[in-house]
């Protein structure tokens, strides 16, 4: 460990299905079911976040501090997302309707489980303290305010704020040359070693 980070040896240990590399994990977070978690290059998982079930992580991907990503039927993050801290992203959800029980201590016959995969596209980022609901799609460069509640899939390239979140104005795409830029320095450096 070093820094708070896990090292190398320990990140290969967990037991994920596959990792990149230039990976950073603190040491205080956790992952269950890291056999179903795919993680690209350069990503960034900060302490206490929660990771459980069928996640995949594209590349250049920030996960902040006290973040919960509920997996059960798939969370997909792709190139250059952000979570900020507190998040909650769940992919299932317990029927409340008190016609089952609920809680992952009764027997499976006795749930009824609904949902569906999270999927953040390309360049989508999530403010701090946002909840989404299952089977929710933020579209490539989607921008969720601090504290909204995503009950829907979201347009590309807007900038969303509520409970529930809505539009409010439109969000510019120059990240797309910055990635651009970017991915050809890297793929320079290469081409010099």
């Known amino acids: 460990m070093k820094d708070g980070y896990l090292s190398q040896k320990e990140i290969d240990e967990i037991g994920f299905k596959r990792i990149g590399e230039n990976i950073k994990i603190s040491s205080t977070s956790v992952f269950y079911q890291p056999e179903k978690m795919c993680f690209g290059d350069n990503i960034r998982i900060d302490d206490f976040c ?20 509920a997996g059960k039927f798939g969370i997909t993050v792709e190139d250059f997302g952000s979570i900020s801290m507190g998040c909650i992203l769940f992919s299932a959800s317990d029927d409340f309707s008190g016609n089952f029980l609920i809680n992952p201590t009764v027997p499976e016959k006795y749930l ?21 609901f299952p089977n929710i799609t933020l579209n490539e460069g989607c921008a969720v305010g601090a504290g909204s509640i995503v009950n829907r899939s979201l347009d590309g390239w807007k900038i969303y704020l509520g409970t529930p979140c809505r539009a409010i104005k439109n969000r510019e795409k120059n990240v797309l040359n910055l990635e651009h830029n970017l991915l050809n320095e890297v793929n320079e450096r290469k081409h010099l070693k």
């Open 50 to 69: 929660k990771l459980t079930g069928s996640i995949s992580l594209g590349s250049y991907i920030h996960i902040a501090s006290h973040s919960i990503m």
């Open 112 to 132: 009824q489980i609904s949902g569906g995969p999270i999927i953040l596209k390309k360049h989508s980022i999530v403010g701090a303290g946002t909840i989404i």
